[in-house]
């Protein structure tokens, strides 16, 4: 069974939690930004930030995921995951039941069939797609299934997610629950230096080079990633960007 994702909501309640400071209990009152306490509109700053600079350097990561859609009958047509867009879909990947499927550019579909009521029906051998809306079809971020499904397939593609800013409190974090704990120590740890609370630099590092390592193994590059005016360094280096103090002697 799938574990849920965190939402923006309970990954800024973890981070105030954590740092002894009050949640923000009300989904309104966090979506509204008003009557927030100021390090609570702080945590959702750093949260969103964080989320942001820390998915696109974790990219090799776990940006990459499987997705699965079924087919429907007569159709053509099967919606790519919403967190996902054309653009990022490995053709490689695109499997129908299990059988890997062959690309067609959209002028050769168009150049075979000139219409949809013209392609055939039948189990699906290869795939083409539309990115731009028109009045042809909807279908923008849409896989087409030639020839026409004749019957329910599954089809399997992988692709990379996108990454969208934080907003509400029920939008997701698009990271995976075991390394969720990361995002968590960066924000506490720009919430910690934006109020001089203490240093939680070398927590949040060594929750990074943890996962890494797990993961992938040693890294070749030192990564960095700027959390408003402090950049965060992953060779064991924090610089105030406003003030240029060095980090580097506290970790």
Known sequence: MAVAHSTFQEIVNTILQQSGLPSITSAATFNARTGLLRPQLQAILYTDDADAKLMVRLTDLFAMRQFSASTTASSPVVSLDDICDIEGVQYHTVRCNGQPMRFLSYNEYRSMYATDADVPEGAPMYWSYKNTPSADAQRANQIIMIPT??????????????????????????WPKPYEHVLVAFGRAALAEARKTGDMSGT??????????WAIGPQDKPLKAN???????????????????????HI
Request: hydrophobic share 40%; net charge negative.
């Open 227 to 249: 959390f408003g005016g402090l950049s965060i360094g992953l060779d064991n280096r924090w610089t105030n960007g406003s003030s240029g103090y060095d980090w580097s002697n």
């Open 149 to 174: 499904p004749d019957a329910a397939y599954v089809v399997e593609y992988g692709a990379k997610i996108l990454h969208k800013p934080l907003a509400l409190a029920t939008d997701v974090i698009l």
């Open 204 to 213: 949040a590092q060594a929750a990074l080079d943890n996962v890494r390592q």
